[in-house]
């Protein structure tokens, strides 16, 4: 439960760290509002043709007597704008991550400088087109287990009373593990950590984790709250990333006299 509410109290220090750092900010916004720009357009395609593409996608139920065609093509139709919206916010923080990957790059830096007690932060050493590709390449590996995810608890929730209880409440948590392991990727890729090493590193701290971003997951159900959550959030997992890394930090109340406190900032 203690580190339950240190994730929470990570995903809030980021939010103030941005809000003292009004230009920090106002560049981190820019990258959400983009990809946020191509979802909204994606998502009224869909809404606008989606019927349309069922229709052609079932064939079979052209001879289909009424209501039953109507029926079944409506159901599908509205679990593809379903899984549509799922996807989209499963995808979003990395999309966004990987449209603003300079901008979070500078971000994180700077939030590192700002806590670490010889003001200093790590740095990958590599050129932007590598740090770009090994950015794109785990967030797609990512994406496919995010989606196994999503397509196993899709199929659980037709299970009575648990589908509609137990299975959101999972999902949540879920997205949130995904969310967390995006967003801390910036800080821990600086630092040469491998996708395989992060996911070990998230796992053996997962109430941390869930604390984090599983409220930044729901939040982010909210339309347009991402983009101005984002610079945040990506500030937020910065100061976690330190701590599950066991970096000395100095507090955000004590930063000004260079007192360093040791691992997690909540303490």
Known sequence: MRDLGAGFHYL?????????HGKQY???????????????AALVALATWGEDFVSWATPFADDWSSPWQGVFRGFLTVVLFALALLLSVLTFTAVTLLIGQPFY????????????????????GLPL??????????SLRILIRALLWAVLLFALGFIPLAGQTVVPVLGFFVTGFFLTEELTGVALQRRGVDLRARLTLLRSRKPLIWGFGTPLGLAFLVPFVAVFLMPGAVAGATLMARDLLGEETRDE???AEGEPLQGQLGT
């Open 12 to 20: 809030l220090k980021g939010q103030r760290w941005v809000a003292r």
């Open 26 to 40: 106002g560049f981190g916004l820019i990258p959400g509002l983009i990809t946020l720009v191509l979802y909204a």
């Open 105 to 124: 790059e500078n971000l994180s830096e700077k939030v590192d400088r700002d806590v670490s007690p010889d003001g200093t932060a790590p740095e990958s």
């Open 129 to 138: 087109w590598r740090e770009l590709w090994i950015s794109a390449r785990d």
């Open 253 to 255: 109340n004590e930063a």
